[in-house]
Structure formats: C-alpha cells, structure tokens
C-alpha cells in the first residue's frame, strides 16, 4: 500500500516500473554514479583485481547509505524493496550470463581435455597420476568445505529461509547414479544433468581420439571445430566476467539494504570459513608431499612466491607460467610432468574453486531452503563435485561456474540467486580459493612426479635454484 511519501501513484508507476517514491530515483541515480566511476577506471585500464576492491567497497558503501537513510535496523519501507528491485537488474543479470554459458562451457572443455590426450604416448602415466591427485585433493577439499559449512552453519539463520522449497526426494545410490546417466542428451541439458553432461563429452571425446586413424581428415576437423568452440566459449565468459566489478556493486548493495547488518555478520562467517578451509588445505597439501619423501619446510619456502602471486593476482591460468617454472626450476620437477599437471591444474580439479567453494555454497543454500541433508546428499555433493570439477577454467569468476554446477547436480538449480550474498564478497573469498588452487596442482605435479621417479632432489634442495627465472617472472 501506497504510503504519503509517494510522488508517484497508480499502476504503471507501482507495479510496471517499481518507481513510486524520490528515495527511489536517488538509489538509482546512486549506482549509476558507481558504475561511472568502475567505467573510468576501466578505461584507464586499471586492473580488474583493482576494480572488483573497488566495486567492493562502493558496493558496501551504497548499501550502508541506503540503511542509513532509511534509519537502522533495515525497514520494508516500499522505498527500499523498489531500489533493491533495480539494483536486482544488474546483479540478476549477471547471474543469468554466468549460468547461461555452464553447458557450452562444461561441453567444450571436457571434450577438448580429453582429445588433447591424443598422440602423447609417453604421458598416459604421468597423466593418470596426475588426474588422479587432483581430483583427490578435490575430494578432500569438499568434505572439508561440507565439515566446515555445518561447524559454521551457513545459511541457517539466513533472512531467505522464508522462501518455499521442497525438499529432494532421493532413492538408494545406485538408483541416484543411475539417474545420471543420460538417455537423451538434449533433455539433459535442458534440465542441467551436469553429471551426466561430463559423461557424454568424455565418451565424445574418447570416441574422437579412437576414430582419428580410420578417419583423420574428418576428426581433424572436429577437433579444430572443439578447438575453436572452446576459444569462442572462453572468450564471452571472460567478456561476461569482465562486467563482474558492476555486479558486485550492485549484488552487495541490495544484499546490504535488503538484509542491513545480520547480512554482514552471515557474510562475515562465510569469508572465515573459506580462510580456514584454505590454510586446512595448504597444511594436506604439505602432508602429502612430505608422504613423497619431499621436505615440507623447503617446499614451503620454494612454493611461497608462487601462492602469494595466486593469492594476488586471483587467477590460476594466470600464475600458470609462475607455476611451472617453479615446479621445474625451483623444485626439479621434470618438464613434462610440470607442464602437462599443471596445465590441467588450471582446467580441472582446483581444490578451492571447485573444492570446498561449491560444497560450502550448496550446504548454506540447503540450509537456507529447508532441504533435509544426509549421508546420502553428502556422498551425492562428493560425487557431483569431483566429477564437476574436470574442465573448469582457472579465470577471476570460475567459482561461481562452478557453483552452478554443483546446485544444479544437486538439484538446486532453481535457487541459484540465493548467493547473490556470497557472490558480493567474492574479491575477499577469491584470493585464498585461488590460492588453494595452485596449491593444489604444486602439490599434484610434485606427488605424481615423485612416484614416477623424475623429479630431480638436487635441484629441489638446492636453496639458490631457479632464482633468477623466479624474479623474471613476478
């Protein structure tokens, strides 16, 4: 009901544009104001790192201004529910992009990982070895993101538990596994069966590499077409990504007004939790090299520089060459093993990511619609997250990818926007998931290295190796 405070009556202005009251127009006029000052900042080609501190802050600021001037604590002023109905324009926006491109982009990447196997007859083991580390630290990532996410209990108290929701019905595992399997391929990606997605691009994958000899010219122009699809895919991702700066301001700024300070103490939890789970990793990772008779305190020392540009820089792709070379001229890992783990370290498996990110986000957002969790949804979540960690890029926004596929495995697709929460403070969280990340593929190539007998020890404990190639780099 219209309050005296309107400046605007009827229909059109009520429930078509959602603009009734001046406070309205000034919340409006506010975040343009923001996405001016983002937008000068990108065209003085400041750093994205830079501009998403910064789209941060203005965020924070916004929606602390908008509490403000509508007195503490928060009230449902209709004010208020109109500005956080246009901020939702942004933020939804581009969380719509960001789902929009899961299947193109699970698609591509899974098959162009699987046929850039081809020809390379004398890395199938170091290969093998290497997967098989990834996606085990993985694993120990999510059921370490699971523990932590009910210690912390993530999105219990939440505001958003109101929403209706019905609980998943699950039958016994094997009936669930079998569920994944897709009969019509179509229908499963339309219904985001993202499990049963990986399932069909591997096996096109391993398909394509098995019918080279017999047909050469044509799976050559299958690969250059995957090839090209994966180019393409990355390229409007990174686009779409790019705009993230805006979208923050505007995903923390609705949350803030929306849910005023109980908001930041929840956010508060979230960004803890994802600190502890970090430093939780790093201490495993460490354990399991020291388990491949590698000193622990030298491989701190030597891995240092490498994650502190990771914990920078928020980009696994991007540390990529600071990453092999340490491996290689730091750490005397051999170069076929550094280039071929990590490389794939930076497309699938990444312990933070895809790790404990995903399971922390699909526990708070049961918890926030009632879901009834068990040991059968956690095996599920297990299953879901290792599987859909293979194939994701290691580039600023990968999480979110990532997140998506694990609630829609999970079938929670539909509350998606439910993190807009976690997706505003997503520069503080990104910094200790990336640098999990790389964590965990240095700790992958140096196990798989070590049990295939090439890394060199010499060049591991010498103290002054690879140096000056180390500050060439950074």
């Known amino acids: 009901m219209m309050n005296s405070e309107a400046i605007f009556e009827g229909t059109f202005f009520e429930n078509f544009l959602s603009i009734t009251h001046y406070q309205t127009l000034i919340g409006i006029l506010a975040i343009l104001v923001c996405f001016f000052i983002l937008k000068q900042l990108q065209n003085r080609k400041v750093s994205f790192s830079l501009r998403m501190l910064v789209g941060l802050i203005l965020g924070a600021v916004l929606g602390l201004s908008i509490q403000a001037f509508g007195g503490f604590p928060a009230t449902s002023s209709v004010w208020m529910k109109e500005i956080t109905i246009w901020y939702g324009l942004v933020g939804n926006a581009f969380i719509a992009f960001i789902r929009m491109l899961v299947i193109p982009l699970i698609f591509v990447s899974i098959v162009k990982v699987i046929i850039d196997f081809a020809g390379k007859e004398n890395l199938p083991k170091i290969a093998f070895r290497g997967i098989f580390w990834l996606l085990f630290t993985t694993g120990i990532a999510c059921i370490l993101g699971i523990v932590l996410a009910n210690i912390f209990n993530l999105g219990a108290s939440s505001s958003t538990t109101s929403i209706a929701a019905q609980a998943k019905t699950y039958t016994n595992l094997v009936d669930t596994l079998l569920r994944l399997i897709p009969s019509n391929i179509i229908s499963a990606m339309n219904s985001e069966n993202i499990v049963g997605l990986v399932i069909f691009s591997a096996l096109l994958g391993i398909a394509a590499n098995r019918m080279e000899k017999k047909a050469p010219e044509a799976i050559g122009v299958f690969k250059k077409l995957i090839q090209g699809l994966y180019k393409i895919v990355m390229s409007v991702a990174m686009t779409i990504i790019k705009y993230m700066p805006y979208a923050v301001v505007a995903l923390l700024a609705r949350t803030i007004a929306s849910n005023g300070i109980p908001a930041i103490i929840e956010v508060s939890n979230f960004v803890f939790a994802i600190y502890i789970a970090t430093f939780v990793m790093l201490v495993v990772h460490v354990i399991i090299v020291t388990l491949h008779g590698v000193s622990p305190i030298t491989f701190i020392k030597k891995a240092f520089s490498t994650w502190l540009l990771a914990f920078t820089s928020r980009s696994s792709v991007g540390t990529l060459p600071m990453t092999i070379s340490t491996l290689t001229k730091r750490m005397g ?28 986000i699909a526990v708070m957002v049961a918890h926030m619609i009632g879901i009834e969790t068990g040991v059968q949804f956690y095996i599920m979540m297990l299953i879901v997250v290792v599987i859909g960690s293979i194939g994701i890029a290691g580039i ?39 640098l999990a990340n790389v964590s965990g593929t240095m700790t992958a190539a140096v196990a798989t290295d070590r049990e295939v007998g090439t890394m060199d020890m010499d060049v591991f404990h010498d103290p002054k190796a690879g140096l000056e190639s180390l500050e060439d780099l950074s």
Not at 347 to 359: D, E, K, Q, R, S
């Open 333 to 360: 890992v051999n170069d076929g093993t550094a280039n071929l783990v990590g490389s794939l370290g930076s497309t699938m498996g990444m312990n933070g990511c895809a790790g404990f990110f995903p399971a922390m």
């Open 396 to 434: 600023p926004g990968t999480a979110t990818v990532a997140a998506t596929i694990v609630l829609s495995g999970m079938g929670m697709a539909e509350h998606f926007a439910l993190i807009g929460i976690v997706l505003a403070i997503d520069p503080i969280i990104d910094m200790a998931r990336t």
